[in-house]
């Protein structure tokens, strides 16, 4: 918003993307939509242990059913056990109801 009311943002991905200088660990950059138009937004993700017998799963701005499949995938590929770790996932910045673009 300027002086004279609206104004043209020229590359909207830089709003939902900090510093990308540094690795940073639990992070990436996903493509994300927002109805046709493609963003690209920071995707934050942490998988801990955890001793309770049903962990923890917890999306925000993520389908959890799409979280689902990316836990799958680990299992399967012996990086992740289900039982073992609670899992938290959220794409940062105002992107809640993005869907992953195809």
Known sequence: MGEG???EVLNPSELFLGN???VTPGTATVVAC???????????????PTSYA???RSTTGVDYSRL?????????TGWYSPLEARCLCCL???TH?????R
């Open 34 to 48: 927002e109805g046709t138009r493609p963003l690209l937004v920071e995707l934050q993700a942490l998988v801990s």
């Open 54 to 56: 049903s962990p923890r």
């Open 5 to 7: 009311g609206l104004e």
């Open 20 to 22: 990308r200088d540094e």
């Open 92 to 94: 940062s910045g105002r």
């Open 68 to 76: 689902q499949q990316i836990l799958a995938v680990l299992e399967k």
């Open 97 to 101: 109801g993005f869907r992953a673009c």
